[in-house]
């Protein structure tokens, strides 16, 4: 009875000295994922868009876990050092897999032999690559989450994982080096284990938090330089069209001064007047594409839903069928600009499909608006040929031989005036489709 007492005693002095150790955990938690973060952002440029990559996961962990350990044997003066080395390790095996494991424990290994000397250097190797192994087997199901959603089930399941691998390695180092990890040994190290599960579950969480705010931050500076493309873009096909323009008004205007000597003639009047008609139509769509981008024009919020409802609605849109399955969203927008850009588009659709289809949906921060016609649609070789100023295809003169092929350059212009992308395709039963993606309103 006396040896039992003796064993609570030693169990329950040993457990908090393990609690009294809880604080230099947190500072030293605290320390590791600020070094981290400072790691990551000096690192962005290195591979910004890959987040599960191995190598770049091992080595910015490596770094971390190398200035932890100097840390922690320089500063905090204690016989058992509170390290919370591998619970790095196995977090790097859960998402760098053995590459980025491996380059880990290299870096942390030569930081303990650094800073704590060779004394039990090969248990604190079998311990480290133990943990790096376990990580390992649950890195296939790590890359079939999204790690960048913070779920509490995952954290959980990686605690409980984690903790159970601990106590089995703990008892293999027992059971291989007894005289080294003694029963007192032992239980302490069990003790360390249990006292660390709230730090390793508060660590995994702050760590895939960093993830996430660093991701989200590189994907919107990459939305910023993706849009700021899109506008300088926009304005150099803008400028391209006016040229077009003002070279395609030179024949006209030629022919229509020379034929106004000639007025007296019934037959040259009418000739005047067919120079007019063209001249007119060329005119209206240079205007229509001055204006697109309305610099007069104050941007606000715009319903995008409710536009694409009343234009449907339009007067000269009673005799065709336009049917409409669209997403509440909202957009940033010029109003008049965005509402003749895909007004463009749905009267192409109808002047050659007869029948449109408008849908739209939100995905990653954009609104699609997809508008599809019923028609033949057009050449894949052709689709970055429709948005060329004057560019008509054959199927479009028989249609409609008036028209000046200025539509779609003048909708892509707005589109991308706004930071908004346009597509083509045909859809696989027939007809055209056009896919509109405009930045979604905050």
């Known amino acids: 009875m006396h040896k039992t007492d003796d064993w609570l005693s030693y169990m329950v002095g040993a457990f908090q000295g393990q609690l009294a150790q809880f604080p230099l955990l947190i500072l030293q938690m605290i320390a590791l994922m600020g070094v981290f973060a400072l790691t990551l952002m000096s690192m962005r440029g290195f591979n910004p868009?890959?987040?599960?990559?191995?190598?770049?996961?091992?080595?910015?962990?490596?770094?971390?876990?190398?200035?932890?350990?100097?840390?922690?044997?320089?500063?905090?003066m204690v016989p058992v050092k509170p390290y919370i080395r591998v619970e790095l390790l196995f977090i790097v095996g859960v998402l760098g897999g053995w590459p980025g494991g491996l380059i880990a424990f290299a870096l942390t290994f030569l930081a303990r032999v650094q800073f704590g000397g060779a004394n039990l250097a090969l248990i604190s190797a079998f311990e480290g690559i133990c943990y790096v192994a376990a990580g390992v087997l649950v890195h296939r199901w790590a890359l079939r989450r999204n790690l960048l959603i913070i779920r509490w089930q995952d954290i959980l399941l990686l605690t409980v994982a984690k903790s159970g691998i601990g106590y089995v390695v703990a008892l293999l180092m027992h059971i291989f080096w007894p005289d080294q990890i003694?029963?007192?040994?032992?239980?302490?190290?069990?003790?360390?284990?249990?006292?660390?599960?709230?730090?390793?579950?508060?660590?995994?969480?702050?760590?895939?938090?960093?993830?996430?705010?660093?991701?989200?931050?590189?994907?919107?500076?990459?939305?910023?330089?993706?849009?700021?493309?899109?506008?300088?873009q926009g304005m150099f096909d803008r400028t391209q069209l006016f040229m077009e323009i003002s070279h395609g008004l030179k024949t006209p205007i030629t022919r229509l001064m020379l034929r106004t000597e000639m007025l007296e003639d019934s037959q040259q009047q009418q000739s005047f007047a067919e120079d007019l008609d063209e001249l007119q139509n060329m005119v209206g769509s240079a205007l229509d594409s001055l204006r697109n981008g309305e610099p007069h024009e104050n941007a606000a919020v715009v319903r995008l839903d409710k536009m694409v409802e009343r234009l449907a609605k339009r007067p000269i849109y009673l005799r065709a069928q336009v049917e409409t399955e669209l997403e509440v969203a909202s957009i940033w927008a010029r109003p008049r600009a965005i509402e003749r850009a895909v007004g463009n588009i749905i009267d192409n659709g109808i002047l050659y499909g007869g029948r449109v289809l408008i849908m739209s949906f939100l995905k990653a921060g954009f609104v699609h608006l997809l508008v599809r016609d019923f028609g033949r649609g057009i050449p894949e070789a052709d689709f970055d040929r429709v948005f060329d100023p004057h560019v008509r295809l054959n199927n479009g003169r028989e249609v409609n031989e008036n028209g000046t092929g200025l539509g779609l350059g003048i909708s892509r212009n707005i589109i991308r005036s706004h930071g908004g992308l346009i597509f083509l395709r045909n859809h696989p039963e027939g007809g055209l489709e056009v896919e509109i993606r405009l930045p979604k309103a905050a």
């Open 49 to 76: 868009y890959k987040p599960l990559n191995k190598i770049w996961y091992g080595i910015v962990m490596g770094i971390s876990g190398y200035f932890m350990t100097a840390l922690v044997a320089q500063f905090i």
């Open 182 to 232: 003694t029963i007192p040994v032992l239980l302490s190290v069990i003790f360390s284990y249990t006292v660390k599960i709230p730090i390793f579950m508060g660590m995994l969480y702050i760590l895939l938090l960093v993830i996430k705010v660093d991701a989200q931050q590189q994907n919107y500076r990459a939305l910023q330089l993706q849009q700021m493309d899109a506008k300088v």
